[in-house]
């Protein structure tokens, strides 16, 4: 999400697909007319039109994104993501059904799996396999490992063995400097890699005039920025007129609740994780590793903090810790990612085994 986004291939040009600003409109239709209330037949349409609005935002995102160029590209695009992101939690933290006090901390914990085993596992085997051994920048991969590892471990580990409040959570003064060391840490990625350090984020045969070709033209940025207001808006109140039936159905299904985080964290990151594969399979392994981890450090160095501020100003109450099986998993997430990634050079192996740890991982939410 940071830095290398795809708006630079598929937000350029003076033309807006039809169906990205169809969905939004839809959405707000939908809120409109109650459809999510409509039976089993409206609540599977509702959540249709919210997955179309959903990828409708982020693809304008990355058109304002592109056109404004970076740093502040990177920012708007990691902010509506989070804003998305953001709405369909608290939505489903204000219903009543399940424990809504742990579904942040398992959105977050299921994003980074996902990146780190399942998008990545995936662009690793697929350009394994169509390209052999692939390259690249072992600096960039290992500055975002580096403020991943650390922003995981304040904000999914720590909580459990602080004293000052009981359970897998902070206090109100740890809350705020856990989310305020989130931003500082999230800010000065981003700086490195866009402005500072930008060339370990390049391979060497990148052309920056392929990545920033066809900018975007003002009209069309701004018809995307309003478009994007939108489908924010609709993504927002959609999100919380389905929360409750989500919840229930997966309930009814006989399965864990942690499920919903794995399905949230999956809607947002949709986007970005198919750009990421289709950059693996055209031999750009350095611009799939900076959509991937770039999309995880967005993910938990944003997400935190706003969740942290809902959960402070409206008084509710937010798990973060993980339990022991989370920890295991997500230390071998990044044990192996340091390591399969320490050489700057990768094959179908390294795919195969993050593809492991991600199956381990789905399969023990599914049966604890």
């Given at each position: 999400m940071a830095g290398e986004t795809s708006a630079g291939k598929r937000g350029g040009g003076g033309l807006i697909p039809a169906w990205t600003v169809a969905f939004p409109v839809l959405a707000i239709v939908a809120v409109a007319l109650s459809l999510y209330s409509?039976?089993?037949f409206g609540t599977a349409a509702a959540a249709g039109v919210l997955i179309g609005a959903v990828i409708a935002a982020v693809h304008h995102a990355e058109v304002v994104a592109h056109r404004v160029g970076e740093p502040f590209g990177t920012l708007v695009l990691a902010v509506a993501v989070?804003?998305?992101?953001?709405?369909?939690?608290?939505?489903?933290?204000?219903?009543?059904?399940?424990?809504?006090?742990?579904?942040?901390?398992?959105?977050?914990?299921?994003?980074?799996?996902?990146?780190?085993?399942?998008?990545?596992?995936?662009?690793?085997?697929?350009?394994?396999?169509?390209?052999?051994?692939?390259r690249f920048s072992l600096r960039g991969a290992s500055a975002a490992l580096c403020t991943l590892a650390a922003l995981s471990v304040l904000s999914l580990i720590l909580p459990n063995y602080v004293t000052s409040a009981p359970g897998p959570t902070y206090a109100p003064a740890q809350l705020i400097f856990v989310a305020v060391v989130s931003i500082v840490l999230y800010g000065t990625f981003v700086l490195v890699q866009t402005v500072r350090h930008r060339d370990y984020f390049l391979a060497a045969e990148d052309d920056d005039a392929e990545d920033h070709a066809s900018v975007p033209d003002d009209r069309t940025a701004w018809i995307a920025f309003g478009v994007l207001l939108v489908a924010l808006v609709g993504v927002v109140l959609l999100a919380k007129g389905l929360s409750s039936r989500v919840e229930a159905a997966i309930v009814s299904a006989g399965l864990p609740l942690a499920i919903v985080?794995?399905?949230?964290?999956?809607?947002?990151?949709?986007?970005?994780?198919?750009?990421?594969?289709?950059a693996a399979r055209r031999n750009r392994l350095q611009t799939s590793l900076n959509l991937a981890l770039g999309s995880a450090l967005a993910t938990i160095g944003l997400t935190i903090p706003a969740v942290a501020a809902v959960s402070l100003i409206l008084g509710l109450p937010l798990a973060l810790g993980i339990g022991a099986k989370g920890m295991t998993l997500l230390a071998l997430s990044l044990f192996v990612a340091t390591v399969s990634l320490g050489t700057g050079r990768t094959t179908v192996l390294q795919g195969v085994v993050h593809l492991v740890i991600f199956a381990a991982y789905l399969f023990t939410t599914v049966i604890p």
């Open positions: 409509r039976g089993a989070t804003v998305i992101e953001v709405s369909l939690i608290v939505s489903l933290m204000l219903s009543n059904a399940g424990d809504a006090a742990s579904l942040a901390r398992d959105t977050v914990f299921a994003a980074i799996m996902i990146i780190l085993n399942g998008i990545i596992g995936l662009c690793l085997l697929a350009g394994g396999v169509a390209h052999g051994e692939q985080g794995i399905v949230i964290a999956a809607l947002v990151l949709a986007p970005e994780s198919l750009a990421a594969f289709r």
